[in-house]
T-cell receptor
Framework: NAGVTQTPKFRILKIGQSMTLQCTQD?????MYWYRQDPGMGLKLIYY???????DKGEVPNGYNVSRSTTEDFPLRLELAAPSQTSVYFC??????????????FGEGSRLTVL | QQQVKQSPQSLIVQKGGISIINCAYE??????FPWYQQFPGKGPALLIA?????SEKKEGRFTISFNKSAKQFSLHIMDSQPGDSATYFC????????????FGQGTILTVHP
């Protein structure tokens, strides 16, 4: 029962490098989300997707890009990493249609440090 | 703009005591108010949720109290246990927003044995 799987769990980047955080879910959920978590700030929405080929910006999208070529996968791309992107990143998914509880299912997170 | 404000930032409670975490919101279009629990190294997981047509929801030792007129809601943990030590997030959602949640800042709860 995998649920939402994120890789890598930990990564250290140098300023200016790029990388992709991977997220895959096996629950056939149409809605997927990327959040970042910073101490004392809660979780902030970066990007979200309502289905394959459809993505949109959240509250803090600058410096990130996403794609959604399949229902299962929703990778987050960091271009030109900056220290301000040091954070813990969470991918989540949600079922659609009725009935549904509205519950978001989260992965275990990817901790990124930019030095 | 912080649309959901959560307090306190941290809370220490003795085993068997009551833990209370408060949240206030501004957007009257919010129609769903969940609480998420997060253990160290894990992702948040849904604990309990309420819709604004009821004033209280109870699941075991966990209760949400909701005050629509004051735009406030709170989580009460009765008979708090060391295993309840975690970070708690309140959240809110606008019905037409594709399930996007706006989270509070989080409360780190420590329950001493």
């Amino acid at each position: 029962n995998a649920g939402v799987t994120q890789t890598p769990k930990f990564r250290i980047l140098k300023i200016g490098q790029s990388m992709t955080l991977q997220c895959t879910q096996d629950m056939n959920h149409n809605y997927m989300y990327w959040y970042r978590q910073d101490p004392g700030m809660g979780l902030k929405l970066i990007y979200y997707s309502v289905g394959a080929g459809i993505t949109d910006k959240g509250e803090v999208p600058n410096g990130y890009n996403v794609s959604r070529s399949t229902t299962e996968d929703f990778p987050l791309r960091l271009e030109l990493a900056a220290p301000s992107q040091t954070s813990v990143y969470f991918c989540a998914s949600r079922e659609t249609g009725t009935p549904n509880t509205g519950e978001l299912f989260f992965g275990e997170g990817s901790r990124l440090t930019v030095l | 703009q912080q649309q959901v404000k959560q307090s306190p930032q941290s809370l220490i409670v003795q085993k068997g005591g009551i833990s209370i975490i408060n949240c206030a919101y501004e957007n009257t279009a919010f129609d769903y108010f969940p609480w998420y629990q997060q253990f160290p190294g894990k992702g948040p997981a849904l604990l309990i949720a309420i819709r604004p047509d009821v004033s209280e929801k109870k699941e075991g030792r966990f209760t949400i109290s909701f005050n629509k007129s004051a735009k406030q809601f709170s989580l009460h943990i009765m008979d708090s246990q060391p295993g309840d030590s975690a970070t708690y997030f309140c959240a809110a959602r606008v019905r037409t927003s594709y399930g996007k949640l706006t989270f509070g800042q989080g409360t780190i709860l420590t329950v001493h044995p």
